[in-house]
């Protein structure tokens, strides 16, 4: 089991800055791919950002890619995600996953095996 506790959301003006933490806990990490997802009202659950705790090789959505950056501090066990130049569309409630062994590349959310709680992001215009 592996468990995941996000922190670090709020709200923000557009054009702001948010730093997310994921730290996790209760497994060997480094087989560990870890991601994060958002999610917004009524819309599905969607990739933002990957990373391996082994390695150092980043994946981003296009959406975020240039804005955001995903991070880990492995003596931590603790990835982050740091989010510039946010947006209103940024709005949604974020999630940390992991699974295990996974590709980096692997968008759909049911590849993921354990879930935070998530945190909320709000940017306002």
């Known amino acids: 089991q592996v468990q995941l506790v996000e922190s670090g959301g709020g709200l923000v003006q557009a054009g702001g800055s948010l730093r997310l933490s994921c730290a996790a806990s209760g497994r060997t990490f480094d087989s560990l791919t870890m991601g994060w997802f958002r999610q917004a009202p009524g819309q599905e659950r969607e990739f933002v950002a990957a990373?391996?705790?082994?390695?150092?090789?980043?994946y981003y959505a296009s959406s975020v890619k240039g804005r955001f950056t995903i991070s880990k501090d492995n003596a931590k066990n603790t990835v982050y995600l740091q989010m510039n130049s946010l947006k209103p569309e940024d709005t949604a409630v974020y999630f940390c996953?992991?699974?295990?062994?996974?590709?980096?590349?692997?968008?759909?959310?049911?590849?993921?095996?354990?879930w935070g709680q998530g945190t909320q992001v709000t940017v306002s215009s």
């Open positions: 990373i391996r705790f082994a390695g150092t090789s980043t």
């Open positions: 996953s992991a699974n295990q062994w996974g590709n980096i590349y692997e968008r759909a959310p049911d590849k993921y095996d354990y």
